[in-house]
């Protein structure tokens, strides 16, 4: 079998797949997206003392600032969560979680930590996304009249979410000089560039949710490490961060790349 018909088989049963879970994909895609909003908007509510204490420590802000701060994490994150998965006022919901995702970054000195930087950005790739998302049911309110194309601005969204979205994988890279680590990096690439450009995005996007989930369960097992011990936390926000990279991906599986995208040219060629 020739590399075209392996390609080909392959996309086949990637068509498959999506015809088999086309009703439950865009779902299940926002569920594991918001799913570390929801899991961090939750540990606010149980580790409520810690984190303020944490953030007055920190910032020398005082109690009643902590105290704000926490409270804004718990609520915007668990009332955007829920506008999401109940498909209203999404676009604020979004713009609220973008929110967060920047007080975050700040408030715990993300930004001066490359890896943890690169996934909240994938984060907030996956957000645009779901953005685009909410775009596209918007107008779907007008069946029947007649567009002029794709609105530029969902393009863009969906072009955006989807470079965001790969800064997960590079944080993902192992630089040693084994043969699995240097084979497991240029597939891991190739198919990073595939989703980043728009070229056999489904095939390439449904790949990567495969490897990532499998590397998700296998580095992120936090429920084997004992819930008192340090890396039990350390774990838990790694597995739900690439959750919801996960979710970002099934988004582009179940969408498409968009018009900036070169599966999109290719139709025009």
């Known amino acids: 079998m020739g590399q075209e018909d392996l390609m080909s088989t392959a996309e086949d049963v990637a068509d498959q797949f999506l015809r088999i879970t086309k009703q439950y994909l865009p779902h299940l895609a926002r569920l594991c997206l918001i799913s570390t909003f929801l899991e961090d908007g939750i540990r606010m509510w149980f580790q409520w003392n810690e984190q303020r204490d944490y953030i007055e420590a920190t910032w020398s802000c005082g109690y009643f600032l902590a105290t704000s701060f926490v409270l804004m994490n718990l609520v915007g994150q668990l009332g955007g969560c829920v506008l999401i998965l109940s498909r209203n006022f999404v676009q604020y919901a979004c713009f609220g979680l973008f929110s967060i995702i920047a007080l975050q970054t700040v408030a715990y000195s993300i930004l001066w930590d490359l890896k943890f930087l690169m996934r909240n950005l994938a984060l907030g790739g996956g957000l645009l996304l779901l953005l685009?998302?909410?775009?596209?049911?918007?107008?779907?309110?007008?069946?029947?009249?007649?567009?002029?194309?794709?609105?530029?601005?969902?393009?863009?969204?969906?072009?955006?979410?989807?470079?965001?979205?790969?800064?997960?994988?590079?944080?993902?890279?192992?630089?040693?000089?084994?043969?699995?680590?240097?084979?497991?990096?240029?597939v891991g690439t190739a198919l990073i560039i595939l989703v980043a450009i728009g070229f056999k995005t489904k095939l390439a996007a449904l790949t990567l949710v495969v490897w990532l989930l499998a590397i998700n369960i296998y580095f992120n097992a936090f429920w084997t490490v004992p819930a008192y011990k340090p890396m039990h936390d350390f774990l838990k926000y790694d597995f739900f961060q690439t959750t919801s990279v996960i979710g970002g991906l099934l988004l582009v599986v179940a969408l498409g790349p968009g018009g900036v995208s070169m599966d999109e040219k290719k139709k025009e060629w």
């Open 132 to 186: 685009a998302e909410s775009r596209s049911e918007g107008k779907s309110m007008f069946a029947g009249v007649p567009s002029m194309g794709e609105s530029s601005p969902k393009q863009y969204m969906q072009l955006g979410g989807r470079v965001l979205l790969v800064l997960m994988f590079m944080t993902l890279l192992h630089f040693d000089s084994n043969f699995f680590s240097i084979l497991q990096n240029m």
